[in-house]
């Protein structure tokens, strides 16, 4: 990675914007899922360690521009707090008084730990970036109000790295060139961010092979840049969750009232003929779950792929003989990319296939890179999460920068 570390930078004494990415699920006030929280602490600890004060910020979900109660970061911060065992300054707004004031209130604060007991914190979470439209438009205004906090930033939150959004993207400018009293670099990428850039980075360029990727999911349309990347990269491509309709039905098979693109059916056919003429391995499922209804009490039956007795049944899973043959297919893998499910795993009887992908996955002895969303959903629930090399907190993210696409949150880091 040729951008500045968290490590090239001078933080003693200073006011340290990391942008992080706090977007956790949050049902009746609790957070349901604090990995992301948890993947950020090396670097909040790094940078108190080092003398800052830490100034933490972050989205959280939709709330369109405008401030929203449900929207808010202060259980992020309640949780922050218990995991530090430190106090959090929780900032009310993200800009203007109320953030400047909390920012002031860390920085008067002690520097050791065990001083804490003198109110100080040293750690501010600003309220969410979202509850302003400047954030998502990029504005300039917005970026110059967020940059005024701090006299260093850093970018930790690879899950937004692919929005051109003021705190990941027009701040940095802010904080692109040394001032004079200060020659050192003033922006850099946090521990998160390098070790997410260097794994995938590695899967771009010099993978130890055999490389196979596993890709799944709903939609052929949500991964087509991704496929085509690949396919220029990989020894084998697994397919599986219900996007493998789309190619079935390109190549005249029967897919009853399976979740079909009609208008991505020429992409699949190519997505075909470029594997081929590539070398690449390219294996859809040989057999399904078919069901009536995504339900858990349905009635399901194992036909082979292509059987027309599917009738008006739809296909929700890989099947156990599919199972069995991506197993193989990834047994002597070296490196492995998984990004998407095989069927509807959320669901008991459409989970198996899922589940035995994620323990093959976990099995294999070389570098297993898990990209975000449904697939971390999948390895947790198989209990096989230990065992994987790298779990991308970047579902859209990770999706972008493996279809070789520029990450505006990246682009923007000084280089070296």
């Known amino acids: 990675m040729n951008k500045y570390s968290i490590k090239d930078l001078e933080l003693h004494g200073k006011r340290v914007f990391i942008r992080v990415d706090f977007n956790v699920p949050i049902k009746n006030g609790a957070i349901t899922d604090d990995t992301r929280i948890m993947s950020s602490l090396p670097t909040i600890t790094y940078a108190l360690n080092q003398g800052a004060t830490v100034i933490l910020a972050s989205h959280l979900g939709r709330p369109k521009g405008k401030p929203t109660p449900d929207f808010s970061l202060k259980p992020v911060a309640d949780r922050l707090s218990e995991l530090l065992k430190r106090k959090i300054e929780f900032a009310p707004d993200c800009i203007g008084a109320p953030a400047k004031n909390a920012v002031l209130a860390a920085q008067h604060g002690p520097v050791h730990r065990s001083a804490e007991r003198e109110g100080g914190s040293q750690i501010v979470l600003l309220e969410n970036l979202r509850f302003h439209s400047g954030e998502e438009k990029n504005d300039p205004a917005f970026a110059k109000s967020l940059a005024e906090l701090a006299d260093v930033y850093v970018d930790d939150a690879f899950g937004a790295a692919h929005r051109a959004h003021a705190s990941v993207a027009g701040i940095v400018e802010h904080f692109s060139s040394p001032k004079p009293q200060a020659p050192s670099p003033r922006a850099g990428a946090g521990f998160l961010m390098e070790k997410e850039l260097r794994y995938l980075g590695m899967a771009l360029g010099q993978p130890d092979r055999p490389f196979v990727a596993v890709i799944g999911g709903a939609k052929v349309s949500d991964k087509i840049e991704v ?23 390109a190549l005249g098979m ?40 995504i339900d858990a009490a349905a009635k399901t039956e194992v036909l082979k792929v292509g059987d027309a007795a599917i009738g008006d049944r739809m296909g929700l899973d890989i099947g156990p003989e599919s199972a069995r043959l991506y197993a193989a297919l990834l047994a002597d893998a070296k490196t492995v990319v998984w990004n998407g499910p095989m069927g509807v795993f959320e669901v008991a009887p459409f989970a198996k296939g899922t589940l035995a992908v994620a323990n093959a996955v976990a099995a294999i002895q070389g570098t297993t890179i898990i990209g975000g969303g449904d697939s971390v959903a999948a390895i947790n629930a198989a209990g096989v999460a230990d065992k994987m090399t790298h779990i991308s907190t970047g579902g859209g993210a990770s999706l972008e920068f493996l279809g070789g696409a520029e990450l505006p949150g990246v682009a923007a880091l000084p280089d070296k």
């Open 227 to 249: 496929i085509e990347s690949m396919l220029g990269r990989v020894d084998r491509l697994l397919i599986g969750g219900a996007m493998a309709y789309t190619f079935f039905k």
């Open 254 to 293: 029967p897919v009853g009232k399976s979740l079909v693109e009609e208008d991505k059916q020429d992409a699949a056919r190519s997505i075909i003929d470029h594997a081929k003429a590539r070398g690449v391995v390219l294996q859809l499922p040989v057999d399904h779950v078919v069901a009536d209804e």
